[in-house]
């Protein structure tokens, strides 16, 4: 073997065992685990699972760790998240909140349409705040406030409704008290609208 080649070996080698010893890239563990439900890039096909991609990065480390503490139950994402160090948990917001995200097509644009009424004015009322108060104009949200902007229409009612119920927890409790008078059509109507926003 010429020289250069040796070295070329060994330095390749040493890396290779120094990020064995160290810890795992946010795409291995994408790669090993949270693609098959999120997607590679976090553009999840599936109405179930949350898409992660285009996500602000604050408020995907505050969820993976509300995982692990059990402030919001998700059995599944439990387990994900049980070996996962602070540092992994950040690099795996980081990668997601990269992503770009691909909103869904609204199915009912009449409902849409109500939606768009909520999001901008809420319910007067009732009581509902409106959403763009805190989610901004575009949906977009800021550090640990969500994007909820291009999200799927069935994930988005399952967590008011996890609101509501209070099976989902935060440090802050704002949504419970947001959601707290809001009803059956309007969250149908605002989930519709917010999955098709760019
Ligand atoms: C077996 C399927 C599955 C796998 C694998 C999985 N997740 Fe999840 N994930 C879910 C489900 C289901 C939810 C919604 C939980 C709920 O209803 O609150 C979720 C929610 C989340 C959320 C909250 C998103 C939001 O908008 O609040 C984050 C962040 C997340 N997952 C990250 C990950 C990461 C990172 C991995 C890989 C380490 C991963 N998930 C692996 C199914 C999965
Ligand atoms: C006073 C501020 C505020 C208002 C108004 C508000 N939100 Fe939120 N919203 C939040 C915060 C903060 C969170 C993150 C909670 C957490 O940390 O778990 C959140 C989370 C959410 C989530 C979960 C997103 C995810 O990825 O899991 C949805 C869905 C949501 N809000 C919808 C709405 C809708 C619809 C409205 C209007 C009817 C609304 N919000 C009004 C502050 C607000």
Redo the contacts with the bound molecule.
């Keep these: 073997m010429k020289a250069w080649a040796m070295t070329a070996a060994l330095v390749l080698g040493a890396a290779w065992a120094g990020s064995a010893a160290a810890e795992r890239s946010p795409q291995s563990i994408v790669r090993e685990r949270c693609q098959l439900c999120h997607g590679s890039t976090g553009q999840s096909s599936y109405p179930d699972y949350?898409k992660l991609a285009g996500?602000n990065a604050d408020?995907l480390t505050?969820?993976l760790a509300?995982f692990k503490t059990g402030?919001?139950t998700s059995a599944v994402m439990r387990e994900q998240v049980a070996d996962l160090t602070g540092d992994e948990m950040r690099a795996l917001a980081l990668y997601f909140s990269e992503q770009k995200l691909i909103p869904d097509v609204a199915f009912d644009p009449a409902l849409a349409e109500l939606?768009r009424d909520?999001?901008f004015n809420?319910?007067p009322d009732t009581g509902?705040?409106?959403?763009?108060?805190?989610?901004g104009p575009r949906g977009r949200?800021a550090m640990?406030?969500?994007?909820?902007a291009g999200?799927h229409a069935k994930?988005?009612?399952k967590?008011?409704h996890a609101?509501l119920d209070h099976s989902?927890?935060?440090?802050?409790m704002?949504?419970h008290?947001?959601?707290e008078n809001?009803s059956e059509p309007?969250?149908e109507a605002?989930?519709q609208f917010?999955s098709g926003m760019e």
Excluded: W
Aim: aromatic letters at 10%.
């Design positions: 949350p996500q408020y505050r969820q509300n402030v919001r939606g909520l999001y809420g319910n509902v705040t409106a959403c763009v108060a805190c989610h949200g640990y406030l969500p994007r909820i999200q994930y988005i009612e967590q008011i609101f989902r927890g935060s440090p802050d704002v949504m008290k947001v959601v809001i309007e969250i605002v989930a917010l």
